[in-house]
């Protein structure tokens, strides 16, 4: 029951982290209102992953890594400040495409994961929110067993899919309606949310 109960929560708090709309939710509608459900939920699960990642080092008191993370905070956040510009200015400068066309361009799968898992990582004000969420729902540092380990770790990952899951399924109906203007303007609006997030990013870095 107590495993149950470890696993229901993880489950919950990955689903409730993973629900702000930033960057990564972008990508994955962006995704999804293009290319299909696949390619935004596998957008979804390189930051569920990361979600994973951050919600174990926070769970289980890894202080090192947490250390290293928080010491090196602003360079990281910088680095994905400036991804995100790079990412922003790319779909600004991009030739408007139909929908049809812009799925004939190969995107590989792999690309699209680790893009969101790294975005995901060099933002450690994650592990924060993971250890202020914890408190909330009375999780302390667990006990160092395998079982306890994966329950938590597990419903982290699988609460953050079922967010991503929902989103990528629900823009890629939206999607199946898209024409030339349609995506020209997708490219429009995601790529002004890019440079602004990454600027935003920044300005918070430098601040800090």
């Given at each position: ?38 390619y935004g939920l596998v957008a979804g699960l390189g930051a569920a992953l990361a979600d994973?990642?951050?919600g174990i080092l926070a769970g289980f008191g890894v202080t090192i890594i947490c250390d ?141």
């Amino acid at each position: 029951m107590m495993l149950l109960s470890l696993l229901l929560k993880g489950w919950l708090i990955g689903f409730l982290m993973a629900i702000p709309v930033g960057p990564i939710g972008m990508l994955c509608i962006r995704h999804s209102l293009i290319r299909g459900t696949l390619y935004g939920l596998v957008a979804g699960l390189g930051a569920a992953l990361a979600d994973m990642v951050y919600g174990i080092l926070a769970g289980f008191g890894v202080t090192i890594i947490c250390d290293i993370l928080t010491s090196y905070q602003m360079t990281c956040q910088m680095l994905g400040a400036l991804f995100l510009c790079y990412l922003g200015i790319k779909m600004l400068i991009t030739p408007p495409r139909a929908k049809s066309e812009e799925i004939m361009i190969p995107t590989s799968l792999l690309r699209i994961f680790l893009i969101t898992f790294i975005l995901t990582l060099t933002n450690p004000l994650t592990l924060i929110g993971f250890m202020g969420i914890y408190a909330a729902f009375g999780i302390g540092l667990m006990d160092h067993t395998f079982l306890s380990f994966c329950m938590v770790a597990g419903g982290i990952f699988i609460g953050s899919t079922t967010w991503w899951f929902i989103l990528s399924a629900s823009s890629s109906l939206i999607g199946r309606k898209l024409n030339l203007h349609s995506t020209h303007l997708i490219n429009r609006i995601s790529g002004t949310a890019f440079l602004a997030f990454g600027a935003l990013i920044a300005l918070s870095a430098i601040g800090n």
